[in-house]
């Protein structure tokens, strides 16, 4: 059971350029959710969704762009990269959301852009 | 400003002895509460999570306390282990919120053989 699997794992983009991280998860979750990681902070809400064809923005949306066409994919797009969207993303799933709800997430895309 | 704070970047542990990772809060409408876990190059694995109801919660050597009055609840383990080594994270949100947890930096726990 592969759980949640973000591709790729690794990417250097340069300043302008455009990308798509995607998700997919083989638990039949109604939530999903795409954050970032940066050095001396917490995980950050980028977007996140609760059921296919439903996106909304989370704390920090901005230079981002999301899809959940297909209830196990969701995607993040990057149109024009910048430097400041140098971060470790993560993607996680929940079957529902509140108190003890598990989010399981995905290993991480390390994204740096010059 | 940050809303949910891990004062400590990292803590060593003895084997065997007691870890307390502590975390401060300072909005007073956070009613639930979560801890993961994680190991470097994996993403957060859940631990364990407490609501505001209740002033402690326990699951097997991991035991979060929540001290209302203060804003600040703490993880336990005991005993502490080799594979506990780790980068802690508590994270707040809001019933019926816009499903947007709130996290805390992380602590880097060590535990020493």
């Known amino acids: 059971n592969a759980g949640v699997t973000q591709t790729p794992k690794f990417r250097v983009l340069k300043t302008g350029q455009s990308m798509t991280l995607l998700c997919a998860q083989d638990m039949n979750h109604e939530y999903m959710y795409w954050y970032r990681q940066d050095p001396g902070m917490g995980l950050r809400l980028i977007h996140y969704?609760?059921?296919?064809?439903?996106?909304a923005k989370g704390e920090v949306p901005d230079g981002y762009n999301v899809s959940r066409l297909k209830k196990q994919n969701f995607l993040l797009g990057l149109e024009s990269a910048a430097p400041s969207q140098t971060s470790v993303y993560f993607c996680?799933?929940?079957?529902?959301?509140?108190?003890?709800?598990?989010?399981?997430f995905g290993q991480g895309t390390r994204l740096t852009v010059v | 400003d940050q809303q949910v704070k891990q004062n400590s970047p990292s803590l060593s542990v003895q084997e065997g002895r007691i870890s307390i990772l502590n975390c401060d809060y300072t909005n007073s409408m956070f009613d639930y509460f979560l801890w993961y876990k994680k190991y470097p190059a994996e993403g957060p694995t859940f631990l364990i999570s407490i609501s505001s109801i209740k002033d402690k919660n326990e699951d097997g050597r991991f035991t979060v306390f929540l001290n209302k009055s203060a804003k600040h609840l703490s993880l336990h383990i005991v005993p502490s282990q080799p594979g506990d080594s780790a980068v802690y994270f508590c994270?707040?949100?809001?019933?019926?919120?816009?499903?947007?947890?709130?996290w805390g930096a992380g602590t880097k726990l060590i535990i020493k053989p």
């Open positions: 994270a707040a949100g809001i019933r019926g919120s816009n499903y947007q947890l709130i």
């Open positions: 969704s609760v059921g296919e064809g439903t996106t």
């Open positions: 996680a799933s929940s079957y529902l959301q509140g108190l003890g709800t598990e989010a399981f």
